[in-house]
């Protein structure tokens, strides 16, 4: 029988893992999980940190940016165990207690630990602090959040005015601000608010569409004077605010569950249960788009933990059609639209993407990255300035291709390639370990039934 063979090609170390799947009749099937939520794991990590008390963490995410958000925090003092353990206990420093570090703090490849992190940083008063991340990082906009903690009074120096990594903060005691972001973005609402922690009054942000609301759940859970308006997309801090440690158990992380829901999606006689993925609102924006496209998803033992909606997910293989990704969509899907792309490649009709100019600056321009790589496979997609357009049905065909240290894009090109025959190569697949380090383990685990 003929097969396909995804070989993910880490660097360092210099070695080829390979993975052998028959082209014809594999189905994927298994109940799984995922790693935790990394929005919700960075988060924790930050506000056990400023919080007084001990917060203990369940479920965290081991991956490489969480674990960059733990470093920088115990450089200025907060105490955190061992990572790999069950339970993460973190001793809080207090809001305002920042020790001043004697070394740059590096956020590495982590946009949300260093956007979330200038808000704490600038509010820190009579501290001097210097960020920066890896080559990727220090290439996308800081300008995003350097402006409203500007309009609060923050002090900060950096590259391209300020809007580029290296940066150098002195912290300051900030002035409350209305903020209203010309984007939808939780990275930006979240830096603010937490600026606004330290300030004195109230600080709003009003967003043009809906964000994911992990940032607001978890400081009302921790005790912030925090409100929010839907209706007018508000939300509101009054400072300060002490916040106290508490018990954060983390979901499976949905962005995660895209990749397996995707897989057994497009793979006949498959079905999966995605065991404990976290449903928020906000962020499940991927089941409306699949669901769109005619995928059988359904939702199964739902619950509340620790505030947050969880639920497990059942896919089944199903015939998918081609559909339109657009409009206040796009911000509770941004991070899923590269495995949608995957999607739409084995659906019926064209699907177009739309409205989605923000991955441009994300971890790669993932447009351009995924118009390319899929092209290399066979796919036909026609970049568009603010998305993609892809022709179902196209017969994919093994190839070379390359995760440009894109964790997202890696594990999208793995997917793709279980439905390509021949040799499929991913360079730089050990990005996928930033989110999701057992990846290849649960992908060979579901192909091996």
Known sequence: ??????????????????????????????????????????????????????????????????????????????????????????????????????????????????????????????????????????????????????????????????????????????????????????????????????????TTVTEPLLSRDHTERMLQAFGADLAVDPENRSVMITGPSQLQGQTVIVPGDISSAAFWLVAAAITPGSELVIENVGVNPTRTGVLEALIKMEANITLENERLVTGEPVADLRVRHSRLKGCRISGDLIPRLIDEIPILAVAALFAEGATVIRDAQELRVKESDR???????????????????????????????????????????????????????????IQRAEAAAVSYPNFQATLEEICHQ
């Open 1 to 202: 029988m003929p097969t396909t063979t995804i070989r993910l090609t880490p660097n360092p170390p210099h070695q080829t893992l390979t993975l052998d799947i028959p082209t014809e009749g594999v189905a994927l099937q298994g109940r799984i999980r995922v790693p935790g939520d990394k929005s919700i794991s960075h988060r924790a990590l930050m506000l056990g940190a400023i919080s007084t008390g001990e917060t203990t963490i369940k479920g965290l995410l081991l991956g490489e940016d969480p674990r960059r958000t733990a470093a920088c925090f115990q450089a200025m003092g907060a105490e955190i165990t061992d990572l790999e353990a069950e339970w993460v206990k973190v001793k809080g420093l207090g809001l305002g207690n920042f020790q001043e570090p004697v070394d740059v703090l590096n956020a590495g490849n982590s946009g949300t630990t260093l956007r979330l992190m200038l808000g704490l940083l600038a509010s820190q008063p009579d501290c001097c602090f210097m960020v920066t991340g890896d080559a990727s990082l220090r290439s996308r906009p800081m300008s995003r959040v350097v402006k409203p903690l500007e309009q609060m009074g923050a002090l900060i120096w950096g590259r391209q005015s300020n809007s580029l990594a290296p940066l150098a903060i002195q912290g300051q005691l900030l002035h409350p601000i209305h903020y209203h972001s010309p984007m939808a973005s939780a990275q930006v609402k979240s830096c603010v608010l937490l600026a606004g922690l330290m300030s004195q009054g109230r």
């Open 367 to 425: 447009l351009a990255v995924m118009a390319s790589q899929l092209s290399c496979l066979g796919a036909q997609v026609t970049e568009l300035p603010d998305g993609l357009e892809i022709q179902g049905g196209a017969l994919l065909r093994g190839a070379e291709v390359d995760s440009y240290t894109d964790h997202r894009i890696a594990m999208s090109l793995a997917i793709a390639a279980l439905r390509a025959t021949g040799i499929t190569r």
